[in-house]
């Protein structure tokens, strides 16, 4: 982390005022929402405002929002295409600091967006990205573990042809010993808390 002093805490309007000037005035990849420029906020007003929205966006379901919600939640579709591609929009540095910052957050839902975009890290970052991979795969919290396996296998292990599967894993920096290492990491999480063993020998790269 690059940002070590005690961070501000938004109010929503000025969350929204904050991605408002951020807003380049066009529509977003999905077609529907804005579009917004993340790249002259700091990680923390990132972090801000991806905890603002998804708290908005939920609200919305939940059918008890106000009309600041709504206004936030439109921009939850193009913060997650934003995450994405998170490093050529920010930065090396601002990524690893935004994605730690969620992380090691108190609240599960901030850790569970890390987990589900800690593989925009090891791209750029690979020691670093895979170790706090690992973490977020032994959370204590199921669904921040859950959100961190899923991101691991969605692409790479939801084919039968290995080539398909190596060439996913390079697109988020990895190779088969690095999955051998989150898959180990996660099985072992799981063997823990019903007190197994599971044998890993013979695990090969196909």
């Not at 977003?28 to 700091?42: C, E, K, R």
């Not at 859950?146 to 398909?164: G, K, M, V």
Request: proline share 4%; glycine share 6%; with cysteine.
């Amino acid at each position: 982390m690059t940002e070590q002093t005690p961070q501000p805490t938004y109010r929503l309007d000025e969350i929204e005022a904050m991605l408002s000037m951020a807003t380049t005035g066009e529509i977003g990849p999905d077609n529907v929402s804005p579009a917004i420029d993340v790249s002259q906020l700091t990680a923390h007003e990132i972090v801000s405002a991806v905890r603002a929205v998804d708290a908005a966006e939920h609200r919305v379901r939940q059918e008890r929002a106000g009309e600041v919600d709504r206004r936030l939640a439109a921009y939850s579709r193009d913060i997650e295409l934003t995450f994405e591609e998170l490093p050529s929009c920010i930065g090396v540095e601002k990524t690893r600091d935004g994605i730690t910052l969620l992380a090691g957050s108190q609240s599960p839902r901030d850790r569970s967006y890390a987990a589900h975009n800690v593989n925009t890290l090891t791209v750029v970052d690979h020691d670093y990205g895979l170790e706090l991979w690992k973490r977020l795969l032994e959370d204590d919290n199921p669904m921040v573990a859950h959100a961190a396996w899923h991101t691991a296998t969605y692409f790479s292990l939801d084919t039968l042809n290995p080539e398909h599967a190596k060439r996913s894993l390079a697109e988020d920096g990895l190779t088969w010993g690095d999955m051998a290492d989150l898959v180990r990491t996660y099985v072992q999480r799981l063997e823990k808390l019903r007190g197994g063993v599971f044998d890993f020998n013979g695990y090969e790269d196909p």
